[in-house]
């Protein structure tokens, strides 16, 4: 076998892996890349690990500290549950406005899985008192936190807009925060009305809702502390510096963490404990397998792969469709991403007249429009959040074949938005 198959099957083998284990597939891609690069390849281990990305590395640290250290303080949860207000009880509305408040909170830095970690407690139980189905709230909340998962200040948008720059498509952030936006919308509202969305704004006896307990939706707002004002004060600030001045979205995130443990805003010891390390090292640890593929000719192999297999006419839809088969088992943004966003440069070569930017919006709707399902970090959130009068395991059932439908729903939304530019 010679060295481009062999580095392949190892990241085929890092994907199945994940799939079906708990091993995190950063780890192992680290440890395959070795093996590969320095044993097969004859490698030097300074040239294995220069794929180490370590800018995306320190954004997301920073990032993640940031936001861990607003969650600990209570900020986001406060957030939270002070725009839930907005609905003011009208059960049709109520997941409309957990859908923006998912988008808000996921695209102003703290990330889908944050904003569903967040807000899938106080959904479900709002949804259980107000009698509206588990099944579609879920789907507008995790469809919600995904469609904001793609700002350039939130995690999954930082890793994503660095694997599209290494791939030829620097400076577009914004239109891929807004693409991918649209397509997670379409879909979260087309499911919102075909599952009787519209019903919930018709008006019903009380006796049908429940007696009506204590909502959260009616509860006085409580006001923010002091620690949590500077909290919103400093997020506030560095988000206009990021967006009108510039300023690097890590490289800011670490300074105003200074600012917060200084100020003794938030729990610093905590918040590092709370970040998502095992996403980080599986995001970076990926790279570092991919820097071995494209030095060895794997990746190239993978493209041309890939070419054949679609073409450029459907190439859209077939990219969507393989990488939400892949997402419904294992991370959307620490596997998916990392593995096929770099092969748009070789199957660009290999499908003359296809578009590079269609295929990256393809790879990151079609990835994350399955994380519904309960196997998905999203979709757990949701099916663990539901309250006792929630039938789970029926909830289970319905969330997975929604996650599984979605592979093929993805695959037509992206030929139709992606396809024809």
Partial sequence: MNLAALSLLALIVAILVSCF?????GILSIALAFLIGHFAAGLK???IFGGFPSDLFFTLAGVTLLFSQASVNGTLEKVAHGLVRLARGNRG????????????????????IAAAALLAPVAMRVA??????????????????????????????????HLMAGAGLQGMAWPNFFNTLAAQSFVAFSGFFFLGGLKLFERQPATELGDPPQSITQAPPKPFDGPQRVTLAVISTLFVAVVFLGVHVGMGSFAAAVILSLAGAADEPEAVRSMPWGVILMVCGVAVLIGVMETTGGMALFTELLAKLAGATYITGVMAFVTGV???????????????????PGLIENLPGANPLMIA??????A????????????????AGATATE??????????????????????????FFGTR
């Avoid at 284990?21 to 597939?25: E, F, G, I, R, S």
Wanted: hydrophobic share 55%.
């Fill in 45 to 47: 281990v300074a040239e």
């Fill in 361 to 366: 919006y393809s790879v990151n709707v079609g």
């Fill in 21 to 25: 284990t708990a091993v995190n597939v």
């Fill in 368 to 383: 994350h429009l399955v994380d519904v399902s309960p196997l998905s970090t999203i979709g757990a959130l949701c099916l």
């Fill in 391 to 416: 039938d789970r395991q029926k909830l289970f059932t319905k969330l997975m074949a929604w996650g599984w439908s979605m592979t093929l729903v993805g695959a037509v939304v992206c030929q139709l």
């Fill in 93 to 112: 509305v109520i997941p409309i406005v957990f859908f923006l408040l998912a988008m808000v909170l996921g695209a102003s830095g703290a990330g889908g």
């Fill in 128 to 161: 259980s008192e107000a009698g509206i189905g588990g099944f579609l709230m879920t789907i507008m909340l995790a469809n919600g936190s995904n469609a904001g998962t793609f700002s350039p200040i939130a995690p999954t948008g930082i890793i994503a807009n």
């Fill in 326 to 344: 892949i997402s419904v088992y294992s991370s959307s943004s620490g596997v998916v991403l990392p593995a096929f966003l770099p092969t748009i």
